[in-house]
Nanobody, 122 residues
């Protein structure tokens, strides 16, 4: 069974940092793009960042550009999201997902994790 499992969420003060991890099991996502999305209460799920399988291309939402960094470790079949200069508006459940092509569109992702809560206090 294919699983994506996120970890690393928690409560942090504004201006702080967190590092989210996503471990894939059950299969390798060789050739897949890996993305992070987030969903705040009462809001739609939105794109945060995506990285190609090789790690050579990254794309970020404007709201996180310059503050968040996505990376992946092929050997560990894992992807990470380093979040810095966090703001209360970053509070959301963060989801890891895999897509067969490089995309920021939620509809292109066919594997999803269960999510991890990130709460930023002011």
């Amino acid at each position: 069974q294919v699983q994506l499992v996120e970890s690393g969420g928690g409560l942090v003060q504004a201006g702080g940092s967190l590092r989210l991890s996503c471990a894939a099991s059950g299969r390798t996502f060789s050739g897949y793009a890996m993305g992070w999305f987030r969903q705040a209460p009462g809001e739609e799920r939105e794109f945060v960042a995506v990285i190609t399988w090789s790690g050579s291309i990254r794309r970020y939402a404007d709201s996180v550009k310059g503050r968040f960094t996505i990376s992946r470790d092929e050997a560990k079949n894992s992807v990470y999201l380093q979040m810095s200069s966090l703001k209360p508006d970053d509070t959301a459940v963060y989801y890891c997902a895999a897509a067969p092509r490089f995309s920021s569109s939620i509809r292109d992702y066919d594997h999803w994790g269960q999510g991890t809560q990130v709460t930023v206090s002011s």
